[in-house]
């Protein structure tokens, strides 16, 4: 191994480490027993419609806070807050822009009135327009204003709400490591200025305000790119820069208050989101994203102030201690809990944790707390929510975007590399990063004394649809004196290797029997390329993880309950919940209250297998009866798996509930007189996008290139058509090569509808609607993403760039072609890539055509390129406006439209392809749904 793949192993090691480390600290429970909050708790979050502050509102009404849910938007905040409510949580709304003062005010007026202040206030609202390094004055006013001068804003008009607590009241601000002031590749490269800025005795509002300015005014005259300021994302980074410094600030005269009116302010980094600011292309879950919030706005005991946090963490030093806390709790010790003093010394409080958590700890105890919760049959119904909804349970696995696949491997003619037996083969499966790197998914067993093997061990990789996924597989002999230990620790480089093979992921489950076989090559250590001596051959066989797809539906009933209440007869709910590795018990769902009944039976639940990992996991089932005060009487309790659930339906039978008591010192269990029966149990399978597929559903890709002359002298390079022949694609061709790249493993002839629009093609009138190819026909394919690139480049010889902008004849032509392909009974769906530079003129033709198009299997992917204001196109996506509306009055059956301006999708993180083609498998899942199309494959069911 060279010096530098040496280097790439260790850097991998160090990921895998720390990614551990994280996952060990978010498992620590936030409180223990020091609850200090309770539904009276007051905790206001901004920008919480969606992404990480919607995942923080709800993290926190979980724990039995009253969350005022705020957004700029009042319907798409109302509607955020409403599934949430919904779920019987205590969450209110109120519109609130951090840039609008009148809106701050009547926000601040509105809490004081209605609440009488806040405990808890998260700054999470944010912008970022604009990735890379190509600021544009708006953006960059837009961003700066929001993330640091809204952000400050809001913080001094809360102070004065912030209501005095012996636990202080709690300021967390959403930051960003990129706001680091000594970040190794992105920072301030004036020494001087970043000194001062760290400098918190001498830190002023002034400094940062007066650094903010002069950034701006460089923005302005053009001069920035020489002025030192951060490399990558510079406004943003700029931004949260300033909202580090300003935390230090405030935390220093936040200090100086007394004991009884403390406030304490402190910001994070949540790391690399999915959410809609970063295409979805991040790391971590939204989910995870909201943990350090949650953690620093319930620590017990908080001291820590006007620091910076990344994965609830100062420094490293805090590691240690959580190793202890965590040996300790798997020792059975009492744990500890973790604090923080002013001075950021550790300090430890025996407490005693109870494994059990209190009611109301998961669900509010309050008004709203009567109705069900989670695994309900309106959890599975995804029609006419928002982003944030949709989000909602994209994260709890309700469309499944991302699949588990699990792949097989197989290997035949293996080289015998052993002087005495045969080779003992291993497979070690990798996925290629962006920037070449690999990435180690799982290694198979050893097979010893074998040249044909088939593995065992399958390899796990998390499919996802808009990616080109590169898997590399090596295989290599394992030297016997190494075998025995755990494959894991078996270093590669001290085995044979016996050759590699590639492939996309996508090729492998676009096959109609999920396989794919390919010769090994050895992969020469030199430049020498590659080099094919009968290595054998490797075959990769894919499938999914079929558990995610069943869910279970089920009806429950009791019979003889309790009477707990003096005037009235019980009211009771049931709780179901799993045992998690730790000893504790994590709720699923719960049913809805029914009112003084002590033969109830309620509404049927549904959840999912995976959400209980198999179907003979234990299930612990709880019959409370409701109380307000949030302190629900337990009526009895019995432990079942789904598997014995479904026994009790078929049998009629029903199980005791048991209640546990202590007799002195003994725990024992008293069988009660109340049963719980279960009415109806039945499964039903989900199908996927990728059982469509595998079924041999294709996608078929079609292009419409905009042709208007607003694109420039395609001569010219300040031209959006300029062909650059030293190979850097115009953004047309980039938006081609990366949507064409992904969906071409799932079109079987790659033949390609291309057409031009916008364009006088050789002595003709301008045409809305021209085949690329050149031809007048009615054939306007292409052969392969080569064709398509071949032919818009001979295009742009042959015709002359003329306008207006209309979109309304290439969706029909689209649209003609899908309803063909109905007519036929075809099993396919297209996907129109519409790349343009401008606003489009036939507006209300195009909507009309859309809302005609939504009926069929189509979907439009909208690619704006250039700097033109792309506002009125946005319309077209119904994530983002109103549903589509025809002339008529008709609506649209589905949202078929996705629009991203290209220049949101600049930056390192996510490709054009990624932005757009997110959506497209809930767009497809849904036709097929609405149309009760079933895929041709039969499913097995688990
Ligand atoms: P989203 O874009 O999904 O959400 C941003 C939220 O902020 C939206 O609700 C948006 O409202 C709201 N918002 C924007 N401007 C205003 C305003 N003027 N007043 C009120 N609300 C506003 O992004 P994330 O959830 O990913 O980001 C949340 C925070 O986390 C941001 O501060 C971001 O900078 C930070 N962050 C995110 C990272 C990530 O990887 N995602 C990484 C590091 C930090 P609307 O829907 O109306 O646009």
Redesign the pocket.
């Known amino acids: 191994m060279d010096q530098t793949e040496n280097k790439k192993e260790r850097a991998k090691e160090r990921r895998e480490k720390r990614r551990q480390e994280i996952s060990l600290l978010r498992s620590i429970p936030y409180s223990g027993n020091q609850r200090w909050w309770s539904a009276e708790t007051i905790a206001v979050v901004?920008?919480?419609?969606?992404?990480?502050?919607?995942?923080i509102t709800h993290q926190l009404a979980l724990q039995g806070i009253t969350v005022i849910l705020?957004?700029?938007?009042v319907a798409?905040?109302e509607e955020s807050a409403k599934v949430l409510q919904e779920g019987g949580l205590d969450v209110g709304f109120h519109q609130?822009?951090?840039?609008?003062d009148e809106?701050i005010k009547s926000f601040c007026d509105w809490v004081k009135e209605k609440y009488g202040g806040i405990d808890i206030l998260i700054?999470?609202?944010?912008?970022?327009h604009n990735i890379g390094s190509d600021n544009s004055v708006e953006a960059a006013e837009t961003i700066i204003?929001?993330?640091y001068y809204?952000?400050k804003k809001m913080i001094k008009a809360a102070i004065p709400l912030m209501r005095p607590s012996a636990q202080g009241a709690r300021i967390v601000?959403?930051?960003?490591?990129?706001g680091r002031l000594n970040g190794k590749r992105n920072r301030i490269s004036d020494d001087g200025l970043r000194n001062q800025l760290e400098d918190v005795d001498n830190l002023s509002e002034e400094l940062i305000d007066a650094t903010m300015t002069k950034f701006l005014e460089q923005v302005k005259d053009g001069t920035w790119t020489s002025g030192g300021w951060p490399q990558t994302n510079t406004d943003?980074s700029l931004?949260?820069l300033a909202v580090n410094a300003f935390t230090r600030v405030m935390a220093k005269k936040l200090s100086t208050r007394s004991e009884s009116e403390k406030i304490y302010i402190n910001c994070y980094?949540?790391?690399?989101?999915?959410?809609?600011?970063?295409g979805w292309a991040?790391q971590?879950t939204?989910e995870e994203?909201a943990d350090t919030a949650i953690w620093l706005s319930l620590l017990p005991d908080q001291a820590v102030n006007g620091k910076f946090f990344a994965e609830r963490l100062i420094t490293r030093q805090l590691i240690i201690w959580i190793f202890l806390y965590l040996h300790l709790l798997a020792c059975n010790i009492p744990p500890l809990s973790l604090s923080l003093n002013s001075s950021s010394q550790f300090q430890f409080n025996f407490i005693s944790y109870s494994t059990q958590p209190a009611m109301g700890n998961c669900f509010s105890g309050g008004g709203h707390g009567q109705f069900a919760v989670g695994g309900t049959s309106s959890a599975l119904d995804t029609h006419g929510r928002n982003?944030?909804v949709d989000n909602f349970f994209k994260s709890r696995d309700y469309n499944g975007l991302f699949y588990q696949i699990e792949l097989s491997l197989s290997a035949t003619n293996l080289r015998d590399r052993d002087v005495f037996s045969k080779s003992d083969p291993i497979a070690v499966v990798y996925i290629k990063g962006k920037d070449g790197s690999l990435q180690e998914l799982g290694r198979t067993e050893v097979v010893l004394n074998s040249l044909n093997p088939q593995w065992i061990t399958k390899v796990k990789v998390t499919y996802c649809f808009e990616m080109v996924q590169t898997l590399i597989f090596r295989v290599y002999d394992v030297d016997s004196q190494f075998q025995g230990p755990e494959v894991k620790t078996l270093k590669l480089d001290d085995q044979q290797y016996l050759g590699e093979c590639n492939c996309h992921l996508s090729q492998i489950v676009t096959h109609p029997k999920r396989s794919w076989t390919a010769d090994l090559v050895r992969i020469a250590e030199s430049t020498e390329a590659t080099r094919t001596n009968k290595l054998g051959q490797l075959t990769v066989y894919a499938e999914e993880e079929l558990v995610s797809k069943t869910t279970a539906e089920l009806t429950f009933r009791c019979s003889d309950l309790e009477n707990k209440d003096f005037f009235s007869k019980s009211d009771p709910f049931l709780v179901i919940s799993k045992n998690v590795a730790s000893g504790t018990t994590v709720p699923i769902c719960r049913t809805e209250v029914l009112k003084n009944n002590l033969k109830p039976e309620w509404k049927p639940i549904f959840i999912n297998i995976s959400q209980v990992g198999r179907k003979d996991n234990p299930l612990i089932i709880e019959c409370f009866n409701f109380n307000s005060n949030g302190k629900h009487d337990l009526l009895g309790q019995a432990q079942k798996s789904l598997a014995e659930l479904e026994k009790l339906s078929s049998s009629k039978e029903g199980e005791n509930l048991c209640l546990p008591i202590t007799v002195g010192k003994d725990h024992q269990t008293k069988v009660l007189k109340g049963q719980l029966f279960v009415e109806k149990y039945s499964e039903s399978v989900h199908h996927t996008f990728l059982d469509y597929i595998v079924g041999g559903c294709e996608l078929n890709f079609m292009v419409a290139i905009d042709f208007t002359a607003s694109n420039g002298n395609p001569r010219l390079p300040d031209s959006l058509h300029y062909i650059d022949y030293s190979g850097r694609p115009n953004a047309y061709q980039k938006a081609i090569q990366e949507v064409g790249g992904v969906l071409q493993f799932y079109d079987h002839d790659k033949k390609f509808p291309a057409w031009g629009f916008g364009a006088r093609p050789i002595d003709g009138p301008v045409s809305h609607c021209f085949n690329l190819n050149g031809s007048s026909g009615i054939n306007p394919t292409v052969a392969g993403i080569q064709g398509i690139m071949t032919a818009y480049q001979q295009a742009l010889s042959n015709v002359s760039l003329a306008g207006p902008t209309l979109f309304g004849h290439v969706i029909t032509s689209a649209a003609t072609i899908a309803s063909q392909s109905v007519a036929a009974n075809e099993h396919k769906y297209f996907v129109l890539l519409i790349i343009t530079d401008g606003v489009i003129t036939d507006l209300q033709e195009t909507m009309d055509a859309l809302v005609k198009a939504s009926d069929l299997p189509l979907s439009i992917l909208i690619v704006g390129v250039g700097g033109a204001d792309f506002k009125e196109m946005e319309i077209l996506d119904a994530d983002k406006g109103e549903k589509l509306q025809s002339t008529t009055g008709r609506v649209a059956s589905r949202d078929i439209v996705q629009f991203v301006p290209f220049r949101d999708v600049q930056g390192e993180e996510m490709s054009v392809a990624q932005s757009l083609l997110a959506e497209l498998p809930s767009q497809f899942l849904t036709y097929m749904r609405n149309n009760g199309i079933q895929p041709k494959t039969k499913l097995q069911t688990t």
């Open positions: 901004t920008g919480a419609n969606r992404g990480i502050g919607f995942e705020t957004s700029r938007e798409v905040g609130l822009d951090i840039v609008d809106s700054n999470n609202a944010g912008v970022n204003n929001t993330n809204g952000t601000t959403v930051s960003s490591r990129l943003y931004s949260k980094c949540p790391g690399m989101v999915k959410t809609a600011m970063t991040g971590v939204p994203g982003e944030a």
